[in-house]
C-alpha cells in the first residue's frame, strides 16, 4: 500500500532524555496502519518555511484502540526542534507509512530471535519487540547507549532477556553492545543502531552463520523512493534506502 499524507493532531509529547522526545499523534480513523521498522515524513512547518525538508521520523509504538502512533526522535537540528515545541492540540503532517519495514510473521518463525539496537536506532525496536511478542517470539534485546539510557522499561513485557552496554560504564556492560552478542544462540539478528555498530553485529553474525536484517538511516527527501538521494549501494546494485529498505540483509549492505 502506497504512504499517503495525514493531517494529525498532538496528543502528548514528553521528554524521556535531554535531547530525546516521544511523541504522539492521533490517526484519522480511516488511516492504515503501520508495521514495525516503517517510519513516516513529519512536517510541522508551512511548505514554505525552513527547513525544505520534512523529517523522516520511524514509528516507535502505536496503539489501535486510541488510533494513535507514537515516535522517537532525537533533537538534531531546525526540524526536529519545530517538532519538539509540539503541544498537545497542535497538528502537523506526516506522510506514510513509508518503507518496507521488518517482516514481523518471517522472523517470529525462524525460531530464537535477537533484537539489537544503539542510542536512538532502539526507536522503532519497541514495535518490532511488540509485534513480535504478539506473533509468539519474545526475542532478546540488547542495547547501547552511550550513557544513560530511556525508555527501556517499555521493553520489558515483550522480551526475554535485556541486556545493556553503555560507553561510559554508568549502566550495564561497561563497552560495546556487540560485545553482549552470541549469534551462535540465534537464528535470527535484528538490528538498527549507528552505522559502525551495525556493521560489527552483521560481522558477528556472518562469522556465525546467523541471518541479520539491519534498519539503516539515511538522509532523506521525499521518503517515497522518487527523488533518488537516499540511495545506498549494495551488493545487488543501488538502492532506496526509503522504499527499497530501510530493513536489508546485513550482508547486502555492509562489507564483511
Ligand atoms: Fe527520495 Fe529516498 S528520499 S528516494
Not at 189 to 205: E, S
Request: glycine fraction near 10%; hydrophobic fraction near 40%; include cysteine.
Amino acid at each position: 500500500m502506497s504512504a499517503t499524507n495525514c493531517n494529525v493532531r498532538v496528543l502528548r509529547q514528553s521528554a524521556p532524555a535531554p535531547d530525546i522526545r516521544r511523541l504522539t499523534v492521533a490517526l484519522p480513523r480511516d488511516a492504515q496502519m503501520p508495521h514495525a521498522g516503517q517510519f513516516y515524513m513529519l512536517r510541522a512547518w508551512a511548505a514554505n518555511e525552513s527547513p525544505v525538508l520534512s523529517r523522516p521520523i520511524s514509528v516507535h509504538d502505536m496503539d489501535p484502540e486510541e488510533g494513535s502512533l507514537t515516535f522517537l526522535y532525537q533533537i538534531k537540528g531546525e526540524g526536529t526542534q519545530k517538532l519538539a515545541a509540539l503541544a498537545w492540540g497542535d497538528t502537523l503532517t506526516i506522510t506514510g507509512p513509508c518503507g518496507n519495514g521488518f517482516d514481523v510473521a518471517a522472523a517470529a518463525k525462524a525460531g530464537k530471535v535477537a533484537v539489537v539496537g544503539g542510542g536512538i536506532g532502539t526507536a522503532p525496536l519497541l514495535l518490532l519487540c511488540k509485534q513480535l511478542a504478539d506473533a509468539g517470539c519474545k526475542p532478546d534485546l540488547m542495547v547501547g547507549f552511550r550513557d544513560k539510557t530511556y525508555g527501556l522499561d517499555e521493553f520489558v513485557p515483550f522480551c526475554g532477556k535485556i541486556d545493556v552496554a553503555t560507553d561510559t560504564g554508568a549502566l550495564g556492560h561497561h563497552g560495546l553492545v556487540t560485545d553482549l552478542l552470541d549469534p551462535t544462540a540465534y537464528d535470527l539478528v535484528l538490528t538498527c543502531g549507528p552505522g559502525v555498530m551495525m556493521r560489527g553485529v552483521a560481522k558477528l553474525c556472518f562469522a556465525a552463520h546467523t541471518p541479520c536484517l539491519a534498519s539503516l538511516e539515511n538522509k532523506m527527501a521525499c521518503g517515497l523512493g522518487a527523488c533518488l538521494g537516499c540511495t545506498c549501494h549494495t551488493k545487488v546494485g543501488p538502492k532506496t534506502v526509503c522504499k527499497d529498505g530501510p530493513v536489508f540483509p546485513a550482508e547486502e549492505v555492509f562489507e564483511l
